[in-house]
């Protein structure tokens, strides 16, 4: 079992940056891709950025290549997710995610979710 639990959300000027963390607990942490999705009101959850176990291959949606890192220090159990150039349009909740794969990720699946945490970005 892995427990998530996201941090780092909150109200920002769009143009400003946030930095998501997600704290994990739970066995092998360090076996796990992470990932990072997002679900904006009234549409669907979408796929954000996946990492795998050792932080070499990482993924982050097309849309938001150039402006959206993921990271992940496997010594605090912690993946982040630095947002620049924040876009009304990047209002949503973001989760975080767990899984044996990042193929799982990238295609839109997790074993294991977090609770999620608010970014509101003001236009």
């Known amino acids: 079992q892995v427990q998530l639990v996201e941090s780092g959300g909150g109200l920002v000027q769009a143009g400003g940056s946030l930095r998501l963390v997600c704290a994990a607990s739970?066995?092998?942490?360090?076996?796990?891709?992470m990932g990072w999705f997002r679900q904006a009101l009234g549409k669907e959850r979408e796929f954000v950025a996946a990492?795998?176990?050792?932080?070499?291959?990482?993924a982050v949606a097309n849309s938001l290549k150039g402006r959206f890192t993921i990271s992940r220090d496997n010594s605090k159990n912690t993946i982040y997710l630095q947002m620049n150039s924040l876009k009304h349009e990047d209002t949503a909740v973001y989760y975080c995610?767990?899984?044996?794969?990042?193929?799982?990720?990238?295609?839109?699946?997790?074993?294991?979710w977090g609770q999620g945490t608010q970014v509101t970005v003001s236009s």
């Open positions: 995610a767990a899984s044996m794969s990042i193929f799982m990720i990238v295609s839109g699946e997790s074993d294991y």
């Open positions: 739970g066995r092998s942490f360090s076996s796990y891709a």
């Open positions: 990492i795998d176990w050792g932080g070499s291959k990482t």
